[in-house]
């Protein structure tokens, strides 16, 4: 039988998670209605009541009660949550999962939703949804929906949202229901074929896809990750699951966003995860030639005078400086040196992307000399090994290049094994 878990305050949101219950078991699913409401009595009777919530997180609800720090409280909240709906997936009970909430609501859902595996059904209906929903949705594949008006009461305009909230998660734990039971449980990176993760962006498509063509041509399955900061700390939170065979960071864009105060960041540990768990890694350059900021009227004062271009109307960029470059070169080698696993660095020489190609307008010989000469400063002595390309990172021969240089990689591992 399909299951989904209903997550959520049953003190402030009880009579909204009865009705989105009501339409669930009319659908002909099984619901699970775990509470993870505070201080005021639940309006609903739950499956999982807050004091089991509260005890999974290792505290008790008076004690949450007693200290009086909503922060904390919710904190705590969402610690149970999580481990609850951890627990109901073990125990196949867990098809898919929907919560309905504020701030604070959607801040203890998706936390609980984050930990759960990709695939399994995840929707949040939130007055936050509109906004930036980075904090909430993070790498996981949360499906997140604008309440439009605060959820507070069914009326006109809450009920055919929330009514479309569930026929959506219904019809989605019935499929992951059903492809469970034909194919049996699975773990990401488990196929027939190994995983190899590839980081791209639009100005270094053409190089990356005729990496990941041959990638594929030679039996592996490529999952292709967008450098828009998002992307990165994907590739490298599954990097650091150990799912990949190997992994083809062609394109680090995001390092130069988090240099520069870019918008796109991924963090100041973008390039860690692969090395730390020791998988072997092809990496280049792409895209350090340039920052990415919001609209153009939205750019930085300091960025104004630098070399901009309109990417969209939603990204403008600038051109990285031979300082910035340098900078940048140093930082990519000392993420490399720290690699325990096989690490070979291929070396575009003519350009980091369309825009840096011979000819574009972010063609720098003496930028992206820089980068070239910090990065080899850098690594002298390291296990890193440098190859240099007398290319561009888009030439179809270099992405080739790429690919076969990891593929012997990671059949010297095997081999070596």
Not at 155 to 169: E, F, K
Request: include cysteine; proline fraction near 5%.
């Amino acid at each position: 039988m399909t299951s989904v878990v209903l997550v959520g305050t049953l003190d402030t949101k009880g009579v909204e998670y009865g009705w989105l219950r009501e339409r669930l078991l009319r659908a002909g699913v099984e619901v699970v209605l775990v509470d993870t409401g505070i201080m005021d009595e639940a309006r609903v009777p739950a499956d999982v009541p807050r004091e089991a919530v509260a005890r999974a997180a290792g505290t008790e609800l008076a004690d949450l009660r007693a200290a009086a720090d909503r922060g904390a409280a919710v904190t705590a909240m969402a610690a149970g949550a999580e481990a609850t709906l951890l627990r109901l997936h073990a125990e196949g009970r867990l098809h898919g999962v929907l919560a309905i909430g504020g701030s604070g609501g959607t801040s203890i859902a998706t936390r609980a939703m984050r930990a759960l595996p990709l695939g399994v059904p995840k929707v949040m209906v939130s007055s936050m949804a509109s906004g930036d929903v980075a904090p909430y949705v993070g790498s996981s594949d949360i499906s997140m929906m604008y309440s439009v008006v605060d959820i507070a009461g069914i009326n006109s305009v809450s009920a055919p949202v929330l009514a479309n909230a569930a026929a959506a998660v219904a019809a989605m734990a019935g499929g992951f229901a059903r492809a469970s039971r034909e194919r049996g449980p699975t773990r990401l990176g488990a196929g027939s074929r190994p995983l190899i993760a590839a980081s791209m962006a639009g100005v270094t498509t053409i190089g990356v896809d005729a990496a990941r063509e041959r990638l594929t041509e030679l039996g592996y399955e490529v999952l292709v990750f967008h450098v828009s900061g998002t992307g990165g700390r994907t590739l490298e939170k599954l990097a650091g699951q150990g799912i990949f065979a190997g992994v083809l960071d062609l394109t680090l864009s995001e390092l130069a966003d988090d240099l520069c105060g870019g918008i796109l960041t991924a963090g100041p540990d973008r390039l860690s995860a692969t090395g730390r768990a020791g998988v072997p890694q092809v990496v280049s350059l792409g895209a350090l030639d340039m920052v990415k900021f919001g609209p153009l009227e939205s750019l930085p004062e300091r960025a104004r005078y630098r070399r901009v271009r309109v990417h969209n109307p939603s990204i403008t960029v600038i051109r990285t400086t031979a300082a910035e470059c340098a900078e940048l070169g140093r930082r990519v080698a000392a993420k490399l040196r720290a690699a325990t696993g096989p690490t070979a660095v291929c070396v575009p020489l003519r350009g980091l992307s369309t825009l840096g190609a011979p000819g574009g307008p972010y063609h720098d010989p003496r930028a992206d000399g820089a980068l070239f000469s910090a990065l080899r400063e850098g690594l002298r002595g390291s296990a890193a090994r440098l190859y240099d390309h007398d290319t561009h990172i888009n030439d179809p021969a270099f992405g080739r290049d790429a690919a076969d240089r990891l593929h012997a990689m990671i059949g010297a591992e095997r081999a070596a094994a």
